[in-house]
Each structure stands twice: as structure tokens, then as C-alpha cells.
């Protein structure tokens, strides 16, 4: 325990200096106003910004791509209480019971319902994660090739199985992702792969342009053009304040909606989305008066904006100690950091203690600037609403094409990030999840990597995978979990070919 605090201690001399403070600061601010934005989302936003981190150090930049995740938690629930608009899918619950208590004139209690909760939620979740973190990674350390492959197959299954669309096109988009990982120069043999003769894929497909292609672009061009107008409630500071019953009514769905949501983060999957579906539906079966919900119940606010924070910095658990990706939103941070030439995993905490420490650090931090900015400045940022999208994408097209050529300066980048952009576009027509695509780009050169050391330590034989205790355990919970998604989708099959045939004999 000493050595924790002495290694916070650490990250809080790293978090206070000026110019990671002020990074912080921007995170937030900029995941605030991403977080109220329909259309644009945190993922779209880090996506964006992530060209600028360039220039930075591997701490300013991680810092303030966080910040805009887990700031973009706070923001959603604003345009959510006061306009019945999610500004980010994780909000779609607090749209429900928070516009009706706005419609009842209570506005103020539910905004500050919603960011003392989230801020209760985000600050347990990073005791949780300083906590847990550090000796995660020690247990990992003792992790070969073959057990670091099983559990990269295990968080791809576990990711497919945890998605609401079909598992099938979720692991087709993730092993697409893997094969555009293929492209560029093979690290062990020196050759050229896929590269069609063009210099600049030696290195391989770029993340940033393929993740701002896919979310930046592609998010906008499959968003329709609208403008949010009409009257929007300005709550004034005095107004905030909830009343003693509403606070009394708030404090079990924060407490269980802050231990569920960082439970949930930890799994593999769009945590804080399915956090925050899963809070509102456990505090509508606690709740002595089901049939408030949907008219106004505070329970139904301060639930679910607690979960899906909590689950945002769960997320990281996985992230920090395995280096392995949860979601679309982990893989981009964790490319943010492979730039920086800094390998996310179990040899973070000993390697990198300043970046580590820093940026937990940082969290505590952000998570107090947080509940500084939502409440006194709610007026001002719904005023952002009312920026016509005619005027307001063409400028967010244009930082992309800029923020994409000046990693590199090179036109092939700004190339894959418009086609990519097209694919993005192409993928939400049919139906298709681009989240996981990224993940696999991310994953496949430390997949590969530790594939190929797997089967150079065994000769080319394919039994090391089972003859090792923990590979073989990874790979029979991954076996595990298609075998239930095939059973689900066999019932699923047998229900409807049952309700054919009741409709036909009624006929």
C-alpha cells in the first residue's frame, strides 16, 4: 500500500505541473463539448484530435485524449436533460427520466444530480483503477507468447460476443481489421506486404487515418444535416441545487450504478453504452415506485450517468495493465501511445512510472475540473447547439484532411483517410460496426508478434496453445462463449421457423 501512495504521490508531481495541466484542462473542455455535439461522439472526437498529440510527450497526449472520453460522459447528459437529445449513445437512458424532470421545471437538480454522480462514479472507478492496475500487470508479466495470444483471441471473441449486433459481422469487421494489420513491412523477415509498390505502407496502414476516415469522417457524412433550434432552459446556478428528498432519492442508484458501471468497464465490449441501459433497468426493478420511471424518476438520472462513467475509466483497467483494447475508444489510446513509442501492457507501470502514475493521477484531477466546468457553464455550451451543421462540419472535414497530412506530411495518409472515410460511411448503411475493424488494426502487430514467438518456441507445432495451462483456460472460455452465441442463434432460429409455422396454420 505504501508503494502505491509513494507511486501516486509520483503522479500527482507529474499531474500538477502547468503543461499537463492545462492538457487535462483542454481534454475536458473539448470532451464536454464532443459529448453535447449529436453525431460526433468520443470516439469520432479523439479520433480527430488525436493528429494533434504529435507533438506532444506521451503524458500530455494521453492525458488529453482521456479527458475527452471521459468528459464526453459528463457533456452527453446535458443536451439529454435539456433538449431530449442524446449528444453520445451512452446518454440515450438519461433522456428519459431527465427531460421529464426539465419538463416538470426541475432542470437545475437533474444536471447536478447528473454530475455529482458522475463525478462520485468517475473518482470510485479511479481509486479502483489505481488499485487494481498495478498488481494486474505484475500477474501478466508472467505471461509468454502463447498465453499473451490466447487472451488477445479471448478480448476479440469476448468483444463480438458482448456487441448488440450479429456476432458473425462483428468478428468479420475485427479480422478485416487484422488483415489491413498485415500491410507494410513484416518486422521479422524485412518484407514488403501488400503494399501495391507505394513507399509510404511500408510502415503500414497509419491508425490515424484509418480511425479518422472510419469515425471522424465517416460519423459525419452518415450523420443528416440538421440544426438543433428552438428555446432551450437555461437553468441559473441557484436553481441547481436538488432538493433533500431528491438527494436521498439519488444516493443508492449512484452507489450501485458506480460498483456495476466499473464492473462492466473491465469486460470487453461499448461498456459505458451497455452500463448505462443496464443501471436504468436495475434501478426500474429496486425501485419501491416502478411506475415513476419514464415521468421523472431521479433514480433513472443519477443511475445510469453514474454507470457509464464509472465503466469509462473500468475500461482502462485492461487497457494500462494488458495492453489489451475493450472498445474502439481503448484502441485509439492505445495507438496514441504505440506513437509516442511507449508499449501499453504489463511493462507500463515498471517501464514508464511518469506516464503510468501521471495519468492516473490526472484523473483524479480531471474528473474535479469536470464538475467545475458542467455546472456553472451550462448555459453557455447548449448555446453550441444552435451553430448550424452547414457551417459546422465543413470546418470539422477540413481539421481532419489538416490534423491527417501534418502527422507525415503525406497525401497517401489524407488518401486512406477520405477512402476510409467512404468505407465508414458504407459500413453504417449496411449495418456494419467499423468499432471493432480498428481494434483489430491495433491488436494484429502485437497479435502477430506474439503468434509467430509462439510457434518459433515450439517449433512450428500448434499444441504449445493447449499444453500450457493458462493459454489452454483462455482458449476454452473463448470456445465457450461461441458455443453459447451459436445455441442463442439456433433457439433464435427455431422460435422464428415455430412462429412461420403458427402463422401459416392460422392462415
Known amino acids: 500500500m505504501e508503494t502505491t501512495l509513494d507511486s501516486l504521490l509520483l503522479g500527482f508531481s507529474v499531474a500538477f505541473r502547468p503543461d499537463v495541466l492545462w492538457y487535462a484542462f483542454l481534454g475536458c473542455l473539448v470532451g464536454t463539448l464532443v459529448g453535447m455535439l449529436p ?11 488525436l493528429p494533434i498529440t504529435f507533438g506532444l510527450d506521451a503524458t500530455k497526449a494521453i492525458v488529453m485524449l482521456a479527458g475527452i472520453y471521459y468528459g464526453s460522459q459528463y457533456g452527453g447528459s446535458t443536451t439529454s436533460i435539456l433538449l431530449r437529445i442524446p449528444g453520445e449513445a451512452a446518454s440515450v437512458m438519461t433522456c428519459i427520466d431527465g427531460n421529464a424532470m426539465a419538463r416538470k421545471g426541475r432542470a437545475g437538480p437533474a444536471l447536478c444530480i447528473a ?8 473518482t470510485f472507478g479511479v481509486i479502483m483503477l489505481t488499485v487494481i492496475a498495478p498488481p494486474l500487470a505484475v500477474v501478466a508479466l508472467r505471461f509468454g507468447p502463447p498465453e499473451y495470444t490466447a487472451l488477445l483471441v479471448l478480448g476479440l471473441i469476448f468483444l463480438a460476443y458482448m456487441s448488440t449486433g450479429s456476432l458473425v459481422r462483428t468478428l468479420l469487421m475485427a479480422a478485416l481489421g487484422l488483415l489491413f494489420g498485415t500491410v507494410g513491412i513484416d518486422v521479422m523477415t524485412g518484407h514488403f506486404r501488400y503494399s ?9 496502414l497509419g491508425i490515424v487515418p484509418v480511425a479518422v476516415g472510419l469515425f471522424g469522417l465517416g460519423e459525419i457524412l452518415a450523420t443528416p444535416s440538421r440544426q438543433v433550434a428552438g428555446p432551450v432552459h437555461r437553468p441559473r446556478l441557484r436553481e441547481l441545487w436538488p432538493s433533500r428528498q431528491e438527494w436521498r432519492q439519488a444516493r443508492m442508484p449512484i452507489a450501485r450504478g458506480s460498483l456495476l458501471g466499473f464492473l462492466i468497464g473491465i469486460i470487453p465490449g461499448s461498456a459505458h453504452i451497455i452500463s448505462s441501459f443496464l443501471s436504468y433497468a436495475v434501478e426500474r426493478r429496486v425501485s419501491a415506485h416502478p411506475e415513476e420511471f419514464g415521468k421523472g424518476a431521479v433514480a ?31 484502441a485509439v489510446l492505445i ?25 492516473v493521477a490526472s484523473m483524479y484531477v480531471g474528473n474535479l475540473m469536470l464538475l467545475a466546468l458542467n455546472l456553472p457553464l451550462v448555459g453557455l455550451f447548449v448555446n453550441l447547439l444552435r451553430i448550424p451543421y452547414a457551417y459546422l462540419y465543413p470546418l470539422i472535414i477540413m481539421f481532419c484532411v489538416i490534423g491527417v497530412y501534418e502527422v507525415n506530411h503525406s497525401i497517401v495518409d489524407v488518401w486512406i483517410m477520405l477512402i476510409m472515410g467512404v468505407v465508414g460511411y458504407a459500413l453504417k448503411k449496411f449495418k456494419f460496426d467499423p468499432a471493432p475493424l480498428v481494434l483489430g488494426l491495433v491488436i494484429a502487430p502485437i497479435f502477430e508478434m506474439s503468434l509467430r514467438q509462439s510457434l518459433i518456441m515450439s517449433d512450428g507445432g500448434w499444441l504449445i496453445f493447449v499444453q500450457r495451462p493458462i ?18 442463434f439456433l433457439s433464435a432460429r427455431r422460435d422464428w421457423r415455430a412462429r412461420l409455422a403458427e402463422e401459416a396454420a392460422d392462415s
Open 300 to 330: 433513472g438520472v443519477a443511475g445510469p450517468e453514474s454507470a457509464n462513467n464509472a465503466a469509462s475509466t473500468g475500461a482502462f483497467v485492461p487497457m494500462l495493465a494488458l495492453g489489451i483494447p475493450t472498445g474502439p475508444v481503448t
Open 471 to 488: 493459454a489452454l483456460a483462455l482458449l476454452v472460455v473463448s470456445a465457450a462463449l461461441l458455443a453459447l452465441s451459436a445455441l442463442s
Open 115 to 122: 454530475a455529482v454522480g458522475s463525478f462520485i462514479a468517475g
Open 39 to 49: 453525431g460526433i461522439g468520443p470516439l469520432a472526437g479523439i479520433s480527430i484530435l
Open 335 to 359: 495507438a496514441a501511445l504505440l506513437i509516442h513509442g511507449i508499449p501499453p501492457g504489463p511493462t507500463l507501470v515498471a517501464d514508464h512510472p511518469n506516464v503510468f502514475w501521471g495519468f
Open 196 to 204: 501495391f509498390d507505394i513507399p509510404e505502407l511500408g510502415d503500414g
